[in-house]
């Protein structure tokens, strides 16, 4: 991969911090010759032998990734700079903050408003699915708000994102098929449907305002999750469509083949709104008229 050798401060004036990831601080940032406004992720290098800062492979990972996806639901990377202690991607600014502070201001959103957002989550992770991509760290700190003003939004963040195709290698690498003892050939490889789990898990949050499997502790947690110990509480779902229930249900599946897709997502009537009575009069009205 091509980085630029000029220094990144030649081309950009850093600004405010508008987040942090692994490893990285991200910052507001402006092309001095356009004036037009990015974000700049910084990433730590990993020095000699020490723990801190990322691995050169998956900084490069990342910026594969990034560069293999054009989506309007997801982050666009513009340039790479690479220095002595860090790696700086540009990418595409998106102002609005995160959708989590979003919903902690709203407490919960109407169905219509997580529904909107819950689609736009979806084509964007079709574009990933499409492309053997698994984010892998879907959550709403990681989904930003285009600006304040708008509901548009974008996910972020590639630090653990793969793409299947390793996975597929790495099967290859079993061996020969036949001598396969069964619990080797069952292991459930990372998959596309691991993703499908978090926007279960987001759209549950959306819509209630509350995590479904959070736990007083990690190891709680873990458990009700293998456990599938969720429920709609009265409380918080009274107002909750059956639809919106079922379309969470589906998602919740501990068999990742039985669990939805994307496509299955974006079909399911809580998000693509069965064509209303006047609509379809509508269309046959201009068939007539044609
Ligand atoms: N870990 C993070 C965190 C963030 C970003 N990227 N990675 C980001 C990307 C583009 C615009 C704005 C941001 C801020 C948060």
Redesign the pocket.
Known sequence: SVFKLESFEDNYEAGDD????HF?V?RRCTHRKTGQAF?A?FIRKRRGGGRKGAKMEEIVKEINILRCIDHPNV?SLHEVYDTKMEVILV????SGGELFEYISEKEALSEEEASSFIKQILEGVKHLHDNKIVHLDLKPENI?LLNHNSTNIKL??F?LARRLTDQEDMRAMMGTAEFIAPEVVSYEPLSLATDMWSIGVITYILLSGSSPFLGDSQQETYHNITALNYEFDHDLFHNTSELAQDFIDKLFIRNPRKRSTVHDCLNHPWIKPVEDKEAIARRSAMINID
């Open positions: 508008i987040g942090s990831g990285a991200v974000a992720k982050i990418l595409e600014l998106v930003m972020i963040d630090g």
